[in-house]
Every structure is written in structure tokens, then in C-alpha cells.
């Protein structure tokens, strides 16, 4: 299903950063193991009502002069324009309406179709009373919360779901059996385009030296060894723009939306450039949600060649990207072909080994081994004890463990747990899902 991109939008200190941390409060990292990340996370998915959506917080640019302010900020507000299904524009009750809220007020007013007034820090009645001033910019009486208290934020996710709409014909189409969707992400230029174009044997999509010049999610579709493989070609941003600042961060918005369509993701580096912050967030984000990883290093025609050159550049690669070393790697040349169609052959095999299931017997097994090596314990001296384990499910692989209280099994020996899994079943290029099951009524954790 193709979720809404909801983007926060306003000026700077309006309570941006809190009101995406209320709304992502129930989405946990469950993928406890991303060391050597920071956890600073600008977009998430977030659900209401069984609805999930994906949020994305616009507060991450904070200009070091005031001459910047205004440019900054409508950068902000025109891309969340051109990029985002649906736009909450914050402001803030206790400044009220400022001169930088006017002017992104008339920067997104054309498109008010798509935008929802909301004013927060409205933590008492008194506030409430005094909103409208807002009334000003065009947009109603706009919706008042208080994101830092949770005041009245289950009224409006009702009134947000009622705005945001999916592509029908993504909830109503069935997946097609034997069908791969394969995303191709990665930062502005490293490569993505090229690398579809030599998977299918033509110029499908457009290719050019300026980064982000692909224009929408394009697919493509191949047909390899009975399987259908759909190329999800990643969107960069709709316009260019001179300012350099935000500009790999906000093309990330549709990267995750390609993700979210992906049962399998090829994260493309470019052999040339160091492991940057954006390429650790797509990384994580497709963790996080549970997709197949493979690692494409792209240019590497371009690198001189020494003895363990590609081992140097892998142990390079998962200093930078620790929480996903189950993913393999591939250093390949879109310009010269080179290894291109063998990622084919990696990408079925880590499909297959995402849909592996582990018989209960082995499992067990696997167990008791791993608990008689290193036992579960606590720092409160409680006694911990898994009783057995199962998995309940393919894509991603997924793993209950019976155990007497969740709280009582720390993060550290889930990580040993999970890491004694792929040494012992594989699970080549597939995250996989853990979960802790207590025998207290609703004890029960990601």
C-alpha cells in the first residue's frame, strides 16, 4: 500500500520536532542493533486507526543568520509543496502569528487543498480562546494541540486521516505471485538510473550528471529465471534548486516512499564518496521496516585496484552501515557493465532466503545451545527464562520467543540472539524480526 507522506512545515522553535515525536511515539526502533547511526530520525512511519502514514519532520535547518531565515524556510515550505501528499503548517500559540508565518502562509496558500493549519503549544483553554489571530493567514481556524502535553492530539490524527488519501489501486491490487519490487535508492547521482537502465537493456529512464533529475518513480519491469522483477526507480527532487543546503535530506522523501513499495532494496554508493549521513538514514529507514538489503557499489571502473581493495572498502563500508553487515555487497560499473547482471542472481537468492522458515525442532535446538553459551540475565538479579521459540511468519523472517517476563530480556541479549540466528540459519541480505512474548496478559514487545 502507498502511504501518505505527511510533511511538518513552519518556522523554526514552533514545536516541529515535538509534534513528529507525539505522532511517532508507538513506533518503536525495533531494529535495536543500528550502532555507529545517529538517532536524530527526520522521517517515520506513524499509524492512527490501523492507517499507517508517513511523517516528515521539515525542522532539521536551523539558519545561522537572519539573512538566511526566510530563504531557508520557503525552501522548506516549496518542497514539502512539490514532495509531500499533505502539509501541517505549525504555528505557534504562545508567539502568535509572526512575519515569517505570513510569508510561508502565502507560499503554500495556492495549495491549501493540501494543508492543515495546526497551532500549537495550546495547552490550557486560555490559549484556546486566543487563536484567532491566526485566522489571519488564510487558513481557517486552524487546529490547536499541544504536541509536548498530548492535549487534544487524538481529535486531530481523526482529522488528519480524513485528509490523506492512498492510491486505490495500490490497496485493491494484490500482489502477483512470483513478483519481486525491488527499490533503487540512494543519494542524488551515484548512479541509480544507470544501473536500471543496464538491469533492463534500455534507456528507460532519464540519465544525467546533474543530481536529482529523475522526476518520478518510474517502474520497470524485467522477467529473470520465472521471476518477475519490478525496478522501482527512485524520484529525486521535481526542481532544481541553486541552494545547497536540504537538498539530499528533502529528496529523501519519495526515496521512502519507493522503500515502502519494495519487497527488496539496493542501496547504491558511489565508490568514490565516503558513507554519508543520508545514505545511513535510507539505510536505516529500510531496516527499520523490515526490507531486503543489498549493497551496490557503484563507479568502481573508476577506483585503482590493489591487493583486498573490495575487503577494505567493505570493512570501510560497515563501520559506517554496522546495523546492516547481513547485507551482501556488490561493486559494479553502470558505465562498463561490470557485475551489473549479477546482481540478478544475488537479488533472487536473498529473496529466497527472506522467505526461508526454520522448522520449530531446529529452532529449539538452536535455543538451548544458545542460552547454555550465554544465559539471559538481569541486572535486578530476577531470574529470566525463554521457554521455547517459533517463527510465524516469511518476509521478514519472524521469531517469537516464550519467555517468563519481556522485561526481564535486555537489549543486549536480544542482540546476542539475533546475531546467533544469522550465524546459525543464514538469512542472507533479510532483516529479520524478533519478538518477546511473556506469560502475563498483554506482555508482549517488539
Known amino acids: 500500500m502507498a502511504k501518505s507522506i505527511v510533511a511538518i512545515v513552519g518556522r523554526p522553535n514552533v514545536g516541529k520536532s515535538t509534534l513528529f515525536n ?43 543568520s537572519a539573512d538566511t ?11 514539502a509543496i512539490q514532495e509531500a501528499d499533505f502539509i501541517l503548517f505549525v504555528v505557534d500559540a504562545h508567539t502568535g502569528t509572526t512575519d515569517i508565518d505570513v510569508e510561508i502562509a502565502k507560499i503554500l496558500s495556492p495549495h491549501r487543498q493540501k494543508v492543515m493549519l495546526v497551532i500549537n503549544k495550546v495547552d490550557n483553554e486560555k490559549f484556546e480562546m486566543e487563536t484567532y489571530d491566526f485566522l489571519q493567514l488564510g487558513f481557517g481556524d486552524g487546529f490547536p494541540l499541544s504536541a509536548a502535553q498530548g492535549r487534544n492530539t487524538g481529535n486531530f490524527l481523526d482529522e488528519l486521516l480524513k485528509n490523506i488519501k492512498t492510491e486505490k489501486q495500490d490497496d485493491d491490487k494484490k500482489k502477483e505471485e512470483n513478483t519481486i519490487n525491488i527499490a533503487i535508492v540512494g543519494k542524488p547521482n551515484v548512479g541509480k538510473s544507470s544501473i536500471t537502465n ?21 517502474d520497470s519491469i524485467l522477467n529473470y529465471q520465472g521471476k518477475k522483477l519490478v525496478f522501482i526507480d527512485t524520484a529525486g527532487l ?15 522523501m519519495r526515496t521512502i516512499e519507493s522503500i515502502n513499495r519494495a519487497d527488496v532494496v539496493l542501496l547504491v554508493l558511489d565508490a568514490n564518496d565516503e558513507v554519508s549521513t543520508q545514505d545511513q538514514k535510507i539505510a536505516s529507514y529500510a531496516a527499520r521496516n523490515f526490507k531486503d ?29 554496522k546495523f546492516i553487515e547481513h547485507a551482501p555487497i556488490i561493486f559494479v560499473s553502470a558505465l562498463t557493465g561490470q557485475r551489473v547482471r549479477k546482481m540478478l542472481d544475488i537479488l533472487l537468492e536473498v529473496e529466497n532466503q527472506s522467505h526461508n522458515r526454520i522448522p520449530t525442532s531446529q529452532l529449539n535446538e ?10 539471559p540475565s538481569h541486572s535486578s538479579g530476577r531470574h529470566s527464562k525463554i521457554f521455547y521459540c ?8 519472524t521469531f517469537i520467543f516464550f519467555c517468563n517476563d519481556t522485561d526481564l530480556i535486555t537489549v543486549h541479549y536480544k542482540r546476542y540472539l539475533h546475531n546467533r540466528l544469522r550465524d546459525t540459519f543464514g538469512f542472507k541480505g533479510a532483516t529479520i524480526k524478533l519478538l518477546f512474548r511473556g506469560r502475563k496478559k498483554n506482555d508482549f514487545e517488539d
Open 238 to 252: 521535481r526542481k532544481k534548486k541553486k541552494i545547497k543546503y536540504g537538498v539530499e535530506y528533502f529528496s529523501s
Open 293 to 321: 538489503l543489498i549493497i551496490v557499489v557503484n563507479k568502481w571502473d573508476l577506483i585503482k585496484k590493489e591487493t583486498m581493495t573490495s575487503k577494505k572498502f567493505e570493512e570501510k563500508i560497515f563501520r559506517e552501515l
Open 22 to 64: 507525539r505522532l511517532c511515539r508507538k513506533r518503536s526502533a525495533i531494529v535495536d542493533f543500528e550502532e555507529g547511526i545517529t538517532r536524530d530520525r527526520k522521517y517515520e512511519e506513524a499509524e492512527w486507526l490501523g492507517q499507517a502514514f508517513v511523517i516528515v519532520d521539515t525542522g532539521g535547518i536551523i539558519p545561522k
Open 198 to 218: 543496464r538491469l533492463i537493456g534500455e534507456n528507460t529512464v532519464i540519465v544525467n550528471e546533474v543530481p536529482g533529475t529523475t522526476r518520478d518513480s518510474i
Open 390 to 397: 517459533s517463527q510465524v511468519r516469511t518476509h521478514p523472517p
Open 366 to 375: 538452536f535455543l538451548e545451545k544458545a542460552i547454555g553459551f550465554f544465559p
Open 69 to 79: 531565515i526566510n530563504k531557508a524556510i520557503k525552501f522548506q515550505a516549496e518542497i
